[in-house]
């Protein structure tokens, strides 16, 4: 099934969803690579969220569009990393059930900062695709709702929240 990507007025509208819940986290202007490279260059400090990292935006964008009866049924993620940690904290704080399915390889902070957030942890599958696979047959066999690090709309929109405030901040 073909994905409709997300428009300006979703991505507007997840900033107004999503704001006050993340860091609008400021640009700056890189002295150092900007004259390494002779042109303008800004960062966007996004490490200044929660769990230091722009996925944050995504997650919750999503999990603020469940319905009541999806977040009593939980979420399900497959994730190695900073959208596992993103998916668990907001849920957690949402009373939404989180389980993650990570590679069996994934390194014991990762695991140990995503169940510090509240999420179920499953160590499963030798890559990331034995875990995502892993992870879409518990959300049929369970009635949970996956998802995805990158590739829903919902996620995307959240993601674009951050090219919004690019847009305020430079002159």
Do not use: C
């Amino acid at each position: 099934m073909k994905m409709t990507p997300p428009t300006i007025d979703d991505i507007r509208a997840a900033a107004a969803r999503i704001g006050g819940a993340v860091v609008k986290a400021p640009l700056l202007k890189s002295r150092v690579l900007s004259d390494l490279i002779e042109a303008d260059i800004w960062l966007k400090f996004e490490n200044l969220q929660f769990t230091a990292a722009y996925k944050e935006r995504g997650a919750l964008n999503k999990l603020l569009q469940l319905t009541d009866d999806e977040r009593r049924r939980g979420v399900i993620a497959a994730s190695a990393g900073n959208h596992a940690q993103a998916v668990a904290y907001h849920g957690r704080r949402l009373g939404i059930p989180v389980t993650i399915v990570m590679p069996n390889a994934t390194p014991s902070v990762k695991v140990t900062q995503t169940e510090s957030h509240g999420a179920r942890v499953l160590l499963l599958g030798a890559m990331f695709d034995d875990a995502y696979a892993k992870a879409r047959e518990m959300e049929a066999e369970q009635g949970l709702v996956f998802v995805h690090p990158f590739d829903d709309p919902h996620v995307i929109a959240g993601a674009g929240t951050i090219a919004l405030e690019m847009l305020e901040a430079v002159p």
